[in-house]
């Protein structure tokens, strides 16, 4: 436990309504973390307004050898804040000025704290004809600062790329307290509009972080255009080969911004399993027989177009290109879709993850749920498919995933939903049994894992890549000598007493 003379000065520094040692306030801070099992206590929550007092934290903490973790809001879904119990956890949220919207460079100047629904509401009021990049399916109260850190994926991910590829520059605190810009940013006096800055681009060094290398304070991303004509084509597909090929045929002709789906189970996945269960309803016979018709695979394209015209095109493509495959004998079908399933996806920011974490929820269990995350490229998603199929059952999970196109369909995100119960030890064991040997599988086939847990995901990509970890460690010991900055996660262990 931290001791009382540090708290102390803590509170000089940013005052003492800023700061608390209360047991249910730490302990709330992991109840926030919906979908994550690795969160450990914090000694101490400490809540900044300015740059000037977390560079004033970090020199105390790092003379003090005190671990400190940055959270923007906490919500992070796979990456546990903190992951080592105690230290301080530095909550960002006080931080929440948006400082700059250029129109012409197109991006936006945040900082950690400002949500997803506050950075959209801004520029539905003010900039109805630009977006900003927010999370696809993150909870309102997520935010932009954090998912671009996370390295993840947006309402516009399938034309503009994953996040961290919108990213400008930082504006960053050491562990030294010293206040580092990136990007164009380095230079004083110029604005944020070019991420290759004045030199060898320092950015990536803290994207996929983890909040391991120094506090981010601000964030420069771009911001695309918000198009008036919008529309949702669904499409079923027989196999999930006949999904990975058929999309890539649409994506190569650059149509949609929003492009996900995955198999028949996504359905009953968001509803209660208990219930289906008494309803006869999680057999996929009893779904496709009744009303509730769903075929094998789908996937959502969420179109945007400047004229009415210009989308009708888009639609058209798409039937043509089902058309050419029907004809080859594939059974590809473009599906109607029900108003409020149609709204509810077009929302944003949407819900649509939320309600996963009914489906183990019984008067017995605590519902939970883990998005694991990979990276692959597009033309591997069939097998990736077939590969949550085979294992997810052995494990006790139903078959619920996800997969989204990345650019146009270059690479492809693939997500196990795992919905487990967080109250049974047992249940617990399968997810992590389960992860790490998928992730044995998924590494053997050269995909990434982008929010690397720390005790299965972290440790098993390093291994494999000693040469990189080593270096990726000599460029930490540079920005934070004593190790103080988030230990535990990413491997990066080395802050003595804290293994
Ligand atoms: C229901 C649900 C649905 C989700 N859907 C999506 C989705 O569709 N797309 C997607 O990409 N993600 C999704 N996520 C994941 C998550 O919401 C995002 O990655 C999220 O935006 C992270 O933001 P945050 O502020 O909560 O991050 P935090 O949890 O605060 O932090 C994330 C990581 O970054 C570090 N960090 C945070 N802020 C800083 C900082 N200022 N300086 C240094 N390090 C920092 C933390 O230490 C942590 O390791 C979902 C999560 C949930 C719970």
């Keep these: ?20 040692t209360s047991k249910p306030i730490r302990v709330s801070y992991i109840a926030k973390s919906i979908m994550d099992i690795d969160s450990e206590t914090a000694d101490v929550i400490i809540r900044p307004e300015s740059v000037e007092e977390i560079q004033e934290i970090l020199k105390y903490a790092n003379e003090h050898k005190i671990p400190v ?12 804040t903190p992951t080592i119990p105690g230290g301080i956890l530095l909550d960002l949220s006080r931080m929440d000025k948006i400082i700059e919207v250029d129109l012409d460079s197109r991006y936006m100047v945040v900082e950690p704290g400002v949500t997803n629904g506050q950075i959209w509401g801004y520029f539905r009021e003010h900039y109805p004809e630009w977006v900003p990049p927010i999370p696809d399916g993150a909870p309102s109260e997520g935010s932009v600062v954090g998912n671009t850190l996370d390295r993840g994926f947006s309402v516009v991910t399938s034309k503009y790329g994953p996040q961290a590829d919108l990213c400008l520059g930082l504006e960053v605190v050491l562990p030294t307290g010293e206040v580092l810009k990136t990007g164009s940013w380095a230079l004083p006096g110029a604005k944020p509009f070019y ?9 990536g060094l803290f994207l996929g972080a983890q909040g391991t290398m120094g506090v981010i304070t601000k964030l420069a991303t771009q911001i695309v255009p918000h198009m008036p004509y919008i529309d949702l084509e669904l499409l079923g597909f027989e196999t999930a080969q006949e999904l990975q090929d058929i999309s890539l045929d649409i994506l190569k002709q650059e149509i949609g911004v929003m492009v996900q789906g995955g198999p028949w189970w996504l359905v009953p996945g968001v509803r209660q399993r208990e219930e289906l269960e008494k309803q006869g309803l999680l057999d996929i016979d009893a779904w496709r027989q009744k009303k509730y018709y769903v075929p094998n695979y789908m996937m959502n394209f969420e179109i945007w177009a400047k004229t009415e015209p210009e989308l009708q095109e888009q639609k058209q493509t798409i039937k043509e290109i089902v058309e050419e495959w029907r004809n080859k004998g594939a059974k590809a079908e473009i599906l109607p879709i ?10 944003k920011p949407n819900k649509i993850a939320i309600p996963y974490a009914s489906y183990e929820r019984t ?5 939970g749920f883990l998005f694991i995350t990979w990276y692959l490229p597009w033309k591997d998603t069939a097998e990736f498919c077939q590969i949550c199929e085979d294992e997810m059952p052995k494990y006790g999970f139903d078959p619920i995933y996800w997969v989204a196109s990345i650019k146009n369909g270059r690479d492809c995100i693939g997500m196990p939903i795992v919905c487990y119960s967080a109250q049974d030890p047992e249940s617990v064991k399968a997810v992590n049994e389960f992860d790490k040997a998928t992730s044995e599988i998924f590494l053997d086939r050269g995909w990434l894992n982008y929010r690397p847990r720390k005790l299965v995901h972290a440790p098993m990509m390093y291994e ?3 040469d990189y970890y080593n270096m990726l460690v000599k460029f930490k010991k540079l920005l934070d000598p004593n190790g103080i900055m988030h230990p535990g996660s990413l491997n990066m262990n080395f802050l003595e007493g804290y293994p």
Excluded: Y
Excluded at 1 to 18: A, Q
Excluded at 338 to 347: E, F, G, Q, S
């Design 1 to 20: 436990m931290i001791e009382e003379k540090h708290v102390n000065v803590l509170k000089t520094i940013v005052g003492e309504d800023f700061v608390t």
């Design 338 to 347: 029900h108003p409020k399933a149609k709204a509810t996806r077009l929302k």
């Design 464 to 466: 494999r890549a000693p």
């Design 195 to 203: 991420r290759w800055g004045i030199g060898p681009d320092m950015t």
């Design 69 to 80: 973790t940055p959270q923007s809001k906490g919500l992070s879904g796979g990456t546990a």
């Design 363 to 367: 008067s017995k269990k605590g519902g």
